[in-house]
C-alpha cells in the first residue's frame, strides 16, 4: 500500500542554480530606478508572483508600494525569472509565492588624497603641492 503524502509536501518552486544564482542574477538585471536613487531611496520591495508548473512567472505584484519607480523594476525583474518545474503527482501546479528583492544605494567611491607641500626657495610666499591618489 502506497502513502500518501500530506498537502503541505508538496514542493515549491525554487530558483534554478540555488541563492548564489538567484544573487547573481539580481546584481547582473537589477536597475536602479533613477528616481529612487536621486531620492536616496532605499528598502525591500515585497513581490507577489504567480508560478507556473512550467516554472514561468505569469503574474507579479508589489504587495507593499516603495514608490520612486521601485515596484515597477521589483515587478519586472520578477518576470524575467525562472524557477524549477513543479509537476506534483501528475498534477501541474500553480504557485503564489513572495519574493525579497533588497535595493540598497551604491556605495559612493572615496578617493583618499595624499599631498604634501614644500615651501619654494625663489619666492617667498609661494608653495609646491604634489597631490598623490
Known sequence: MKKEKPYHSIRKPNFIGGKNAFQKFLSDNLVYPKEAH???????AFVKCEI????R??????????????DEE???LCLL????NTTER?????HIRTIRIPFLLPKEATVQINYQTTESKDKK???????KF
Open 57 to 70: 512567472v505569469l503574474k507579479a505584484e508589489s504587495i507593499h508600494k516603495l514608490g520612486f519607480g521601485i
Open 81 to 84: 525569472m525562472k524557477f524549477e
Open 125 to 131: 610666499n609661494s608653495f609646491n603641492y604634489t597631490i
Open 74 to 76: 521589483a515587478e519586472r
Open 52 to 55: 507556473s508548473d512550467k516554472g
Open 90 to 94: 501528475g498534477l501541474k501546479i500553480k
Open 38 to 44: 536621486e531620492n536616496k531611496v532605499e528598502g525591500t
